[in-house]
């Protein structure tokens, strides 16, 4: 299936980056994660946190809007938007926000994601609630999860085995291919000092760690733990006058269907 890209010609533009640490039961609260990653973005941009005037997140997420712009001092809030998904979601909350300050409908948009995912952070019975919500399904599949949850693919990596042998079969890659990506993912990890592991691995590392679901090995599996992270998205024009350098945002897509 196939997705119209739409164009932004430049008029958005990335100008900060905020993080916060990353670990296991960091016993913090989802939305004081959010405002010191907004926070620290919106200072590696050169912005005080009142010249936000969107919110951009995914529909997983548990901090409402309303409640980190009235904690950061955003008081002038006019664009709120989710996209769906999380970590498939990937960059399509910072497309969203690029969409709205294209269009003039904002000027100054965080997009966010705030999470407890540590197995010991769940603070509530909904899967959204913390910890790992595969894990807290039950019997509530009134959903597309119905047709995939009682035959064993549940946790994203069991999702990800069937598209990557999908890829495997149409495009002839081998297992070996996703590795590689553990590799340099790691290799980068190595040099971040927020990173939860930060110790470099090998080819033949990866292929002696344990299988997860087949073709997925555990060095392919993402790390569940707690965090937050935000970028910040404002006019190519603002952005010129701001500390950071601006990355363009040129064009964005979204989009969902059989494979």
Known sequence: MIRPVQSIDARAASVGIGQT?????????????????????????????????GVVSYHIEQV???????????TNLRFMARTPSGGGGAASIVGLAALAVASGTAECVVAFRSRNRSKRASYGTDPNQGGRPWAKAGDRLNDQRQYHHPFGVAAPAQEMALIARRHMSVYGTRAEHCGMQSVVQRFHASRNPN???????????????????????????????????????TSAQRARDLAAPPVLVLAQAQGSGPI
Request: hydrophobic share 45%; glycine share 8%.
């Open 64 to 74: 409402s809007e309303i409640d980190l712009g009235f904690a950061l001092g955003a």
């Open 21 to 53: 640490e990353y670990g296991r039961d960091l016993g913090r609260t989802e939305l004081d994660l959010a405002c010191e990653a907004v926070r620290n973005a919106c200072a590696d941009a050169g912005l005080a946190p009142g010249a936000i005037d």
């Open 195 to 233: 990173a939860i592991m930060r110790s470099e691995i090998t080819l033949d590392d990866w292929a002696a760690s344990r299988a997860i679901a087949e073709p997925i090995r555990l060095f392919d599996c993402s790390l569940e733990n707690d965090g937050a992270t935000a970028v910040i998205v």
